[in-house]
């Protein structure tokens, strides 16, 4: 991929991008020698804090949810790093292939779901 490509990508194709990239790291970071875990676990961290500044602030209690799990993980990065703890780096691997794999359904199900045309729903009623 290169940044032409990433500059033409809408937000949500951008942060599905990143879920599979942090899922790559994590995986990567399991089975390698410990110089290349760790520079896997601080790309993966990188992502996590590229991720939540993409969250709103006025994002409700789903983008609460999602800092707190970007928080925990970014943090459970560094202990991994420090630790060279591989169970905790597979407990990673999970909730970012869980966060990848739900953010996928939620794309698939906005594709089929109608785009709102404004209005109130007595002007949009025919």
Do not use: C
Not at 103 to 108: D, G, K, L, Q, V
Request: charged share 25%; aromatic share 6%.
């Amino acid at each position: 991929m290169n940044s032409t490509q990433l500059y033409e990508m809408r937000p949500e194709e951008l942060t599905q991008a990143m879920l599979h990239a942090l899922v790559y790291h994590y995986k990567r970071a399991q089975d390698s020698t410990i110089a290349e875990r760790n520079r896997h676990l601080r790309q993966a961290r990188e992502l996590l804090v590229k991720l939540h500044q993409g969250l709103h602030d006025g994002g409700g209690i789903i983008a609460a949810q999602l800092d707190e799990i970007y928080l925990y993980m970014a943090n459970a990065s560094v202990e991994a790093i420090i630790d060279q703890d591989k169970q905790k780096i597979a407990e990673l691997h999970t909730l970012a292939s869980d966060l990848d794999q739900t953010w996928s359904e939620a794309m698939e199900r906005a594709k089929t779901q109608l785009a709102p045309t404004g209005g109130n729903r007595y002007e949009n009623y025919q």
